[in-house]
């Protein structure tokens, strides 16, 4: 098919060469200038244009409003965070290694040395389960492949043209310290403008749950936006992506099972902790609880209320590859 293309294209293109300058005497010839640019359309045009298309159905309308929103949002607002990849070192023997591989669900595998931030590349599963490396001494840092690495204020659509560019599903999300932060597939932002894609190796992640008294529990690594969509509660921006970000900033220290904060109308309770990270969350509408005093960065406000709630858990430290 590419040669068809190729050919077709060296045909055409003295016509379309043609076409091109006998448009612009046309245009000259009317008093225009056939340099001029375009008029440029602004976002918010555009939207309006979107919203008052009639012939745009719902899902259509949907995939377009998430685009416009992907244009925003950068890579670190929809990474999964170090403390959940699952890395292999470059010493792992690929029989080990192998073995681990086939109790997670995932395709690919960071490779790291010694340290998560210090990543070789990346290493796909079938590479690990090759039949013809068996009893052979043979470690994952001799089958890494190149990875890419991308800094956590890459907006979402600029990142999948890198990847879509290099060919690439993975790619490591460096803070501003050239420290790892997490990592992004390729399936991760195309669900951004497209909506969830399951198959069969997608593990159930913690869905929101609604009771009858009104309470909703959601996932603590929510980001501010999804946590808004899911409980109409919009959080106040800071130095934090997610709503345990934002717990974090208002206790002042590392959140613990039971900790409530108390906003204007509504209180966030911790329900799960996994080791230092805030894993499960509950909100509930507290009409007479009024909105926190401001404080400085850092320190306990005085409006969040430090209770312990039951029902709350502290799990373990987990481990991460």
Do not use: C
């Not at 999300?173 to 997608?202: F, H, K």
């Amino acid at each position: 098919l590419a040669p068809t293309i190729d050919r077709v294209s060296r045909i055409s293109r003295p016509v379309i060469w043609l076409l091109s300058r006998s448009t612009d005497l046309v245009v000259r010839l009317l008093g225009g200038d056939p340099d001029a640019q375009r008029e440029q359309i602004t976002d918010e045009e555009l939207r309006e244009l979107v919203g008052s298309h009639e012939t745009l159905g719902e899902e259509e309308r949907r995939i377009l409003e998430d685009v416009f929103e992907a244009g925003d949002r950068q890579l670190r607002e929809v990474m999964v965070p170090r403390t959940d990849v699952d890395f292999l070192d470059a010493s792992t023997p690929v029989s080990k290694a192998a073995q681990e591989a086939l109790s997670r669900p995932h395709s690919r595998y960071p490779v790291i040395r010694g340290s998560s931030d210090d990543v070789l590349g990346f290493v796909h599963v079938r590479d690990l389960l090759d039949p013809q490396l068996a009893n052979r001494p043979v470690r994952v840092g001799e089958l890494s492949r190149k990875g890419l690495t991308l800094p956590w204020t890459r907006p979402i659509l600029a990142a999948l043209t890198d990847m879509r560019r290099e060919g690439i599903h993975l790619a490591m999300v460096a803070d501003e310290y050239g420290g790892t932060a997490g990592i992004v597939t390729m399936e991760d932002l195309v669900e951004e403008l497209v909506g969830d894609i399951r198959d069969e190796y997608d593990v159930d992640e913690a869905e929101t749950t609604r009771n009858p008294r009104g309470e909703i529990e959601v996932d603590g690594l929510l980001n501010l936006d999804d946590f808004e969509d899911e409980t109409g509660v919009e959080l106040a921006e800071g130095p934090y992506e997610t709503v345990a970000g934002f717990l974090m900033a208002r206790l002042g220290r590392i959140p613990a099972a039971g900790d409530r904060v108390d906003l204007e109308g509504h209180s966030i309770t911790v329900l799960v902790v996994d080791g230092r990270r805030v894993s499960r969350v509950r909100v509930e509408t507290s009409p007479d609880a009024g909105p926190p005093e401001p404080h400085e960065q850092g320190d306990a406000p005085v409006g969040a209320a430090h209770r312990r709630t039951p029902g709350a858990t502290a799990d373990g430290p987990q481990v991460t590859g």
